[in-house]
């Protein structure tokens, strides 16, 4: 059985009448539980519990303190490539849009890594788009084994990828992955996939589950906010999450909530996803998976990011460039998606010390 199997178990399941009859008395018990089904996750994310994001805060404050103390831990991205095969209509890379398309040497992935390593950072993420030609798992392979000179911890976000080829980095030196579902509607996701490889839902879907059969010991999914319902988009990333923290317990598995940012070639987002919304997921998040991680990355602003610390979040980017070769190279390319806090590393833990959090460059080394 894998997840798609059991994401199925709620095919034709009424989301909009459920949301709709939660009370307050059903967010009351929920929030009296130590350990929520998810039914109770569900009904944090109604409308209703929108009233009730005090106590939930207080609670996810406390669950995140005792699983996790006052500390962040800090990385950023470093994006290897931008060339890509897909039509996704949210996206910057969109092999439809018309920016220059380039991948870094490894001489140049080099550079990127001193301009990195150069701000104390021990935690690196590293991208491309969906093009197996450009950019296939020998070229990542290599950029990763230049990369564990300055690094201690490096994650992937890359196409979806067999096991064995996830055996191969994870042999080179990775030892994370992300996967964006994106959304996990299916209907919803064949109409904003409309060609391209990444149209195959489920082996999307199953990536996380053949990374962590091949043994990786950091498992990150997520749905981009704003392309479906978030409230039954959050409701699936966490039962996800929950199932990967149950095949793979000695895995960290983590939630990314991304909202939608301006990108080349301007899609909208079909729901607009306020702050307090933002925030009233990653309270349910919370108190649903109190050991799951949370990534809130450079797309929110600072004052927001800030507000958000000790609700819940564990990680969080800094010093983020979304250009290929943007740090040591000079050039100027349009970026993935443009974000919203510029803060530096130094910058970004100072603001974690005026807070009373550590930041923490590392906390993983391989032997």
Same mark, same amino acid.
């Given at each position: 059985?894998?997840?798609?199997?059991?994401?199925?178990?709620?095919?034709?399941?009424?989301?909009?009448?459920?949301?709709?009859?939660?009370?307050?008395? *059903?967010?009351?018990?929920?929030?009296?539980?130590?350990?929520?089904t998810p039914q109770d996750y569900l009904?944090?994310?109604?409308?209703?519990?929108?009233?009730?994001?005090?106590?939930?805060?207080?609670?996810?404050?406390?669950?995140?303190?005792?699983?996790?103390?006052?500390?962040?831990?800090?990385?950023?991205?470093?994006?290897?490539?931008?060339?890509?095969?897909? #039509?996704?209509?949210?996206?910057?890379?969109?092999?439809?849009?018309?920016?220059?398309?380039?991948?870094?040497?490894?001489?140049?992935?080099?550079?990127?890594?001193?301009?990195?390593?150069?701000?104390?950072?021990? *935690?690196?993420?590293?991208?491309?788009?969906?093009?197996?030609?450009?950019?296939?798992?020998?070229?990542?392979?290599?950029?990763?084994?230049?990369?564990?000179?300055?690094?201690?911890?490096?994650?992937?976000?890359?196409?979806?990828?067999? #096991?064995?080829?996830?055996?191969?980095?994870?042999?080179?030196?990775?030892?994370?992955?992300?996967?964006?579902?994106?959304?996990?509607?299916?209907?919803?996701?064949?109409?904003?996939?409309?060609?391209?490889?990444?149209?195959?839902?489920?082996?999307?879907?199953?990536?996380?589950?053949?990374?962590?059969?091949?043994g990786m010991r950091q498992l990150n999914?997520?749905?981009?906010?704003? &392309?479906?319902?978030?409230?039954?988009?959050?409701?699936?990333?966490?039962? *996800?999450?929950?199932?990967?923290?149950?095949?793979?317990?000695?895995?960290?598995?983590?939630?990314?909530?991304?909202?939608?940012?301006?990108?080349?070639?301007?899609?909208p987002p079909r729901e607009i996803v306020?702050?307090?919304?933002?925030?009233?997921?990653?309270?349910?998040?919370?108190?649903?998976?109190?050991?799951?991680?949370?990534?809130?990355?450079?797309?929110?602003?600072?004052? &927001?990011?800030?507000?958000?610390?000790?609700?819940?979040?564990?990680?969080?980017?800094?010093?983020?460039?979304?250009?290929?070769?943007?740090?040591?190279?000079?050039?100027?390319?349009?970026?993935?998606?443009?974000?919203?806090?510029?803060?530096?590393?130094?910058?970004?833990? #100072?603001?974690?010390?005026?807070?009373? =959090?550590?930041?923490? =460059?590392?906390?993983?080394?391989?032997?």
């Amino acid at each position: 059985m894998t997840i798609f199997d059991e994401l199925r178990r709620y095919d034709g399941f009424d989301f909009p009448g459920f949301l709709a009859g939660v009370t307050d008395a *059903h967010v009351a018990r929920a929030l009296q539980k130590e350990r929520l089904t998810p039914q109770d996750y569900l009904a944090l994310l109604s409308p209703a519990a929108a009233r009730h994001l005090e106590p939930m805060a207080q609670k996810a404050r406390d669950l995140t303190i005792r699983h996790f103390g006052r500390a962040m831990v800090l990385f950023t991205p470093l994006y290897l490539a931008n060339h890509c095969t897909n #039509q996704c209509v949210y996206c910057g890379f969109n092999t439809k849009n018309r920016i220059e398309r380039r991948k870094l040497t490894l001489e140049e992935v080099e550079a990127e890594a001193l301009a990195i390593a150069a701000t104390g950072l021990k *935690h690196i993420l590293i991208l491309t788009g969906e093009d197996r030609k450009q950019t296939p798992p020998a070229y990542m392979a290599d950029c990763i084994r230049v990369l564990k000179r300055y690094f201690t911890s490096i994650a992937i976000e890359v196409y979806p990828l067999t #096991q064995e080829e996830y055996a191969l980095l994870i042999e080179a030196g990775a030892d994370g992955m992300t996967m964006f579902q994106e959304v996990y509607d299916e209907t919803v996701y064949a109409e904003l996939h409309p060609k391209g490889p990444k149209r195959d839902y489920r082996f999307r879907l199953e990536a996380p589950d053949r990374a962590g059969r091949a043994g990786m010991r950091q498992l990150n999914i997520g749905a981009l906010l704003g &392309l479906n319902s978030w409230r039954t988009e959050a409701f699936f990333t966490g039962l *996800h999450a929950d199932w990967l923290q149950r095949a793979y317990p000695d895995a960290e598995v983590a939630v990314s909530p991304p909202r939608m940012r301006p990108h080349a070639g301007g899609f909208p987002p079909r729901e607009i996803v306020s702050d307090a919304e933002l925030v009233q997921y990653i309270l349910a998040f919370r108190l649903f998976m109190p050991r799951g991680g949370v990534t809130l990355s450079t797309r929110e602003r600072p004052g &927001l990011r800030d507000n958000l610390l000790g609700l819940g979040v564990t990680r969080m980017s800094a010093g983020v460039c979304t250009q290929v070769g943007g740090r040591a190279s000079g050039q100027h390319a349009t970026g993935q998606f443009e974000i919203s806090d510029p803060r530096s590393v130094d910058e970004m833990a #100072q603001a974690l010390y005026q807070r009373g =959090y550590q930041p923490v =460059y590392k906390d993983w080394q391989y032997l």
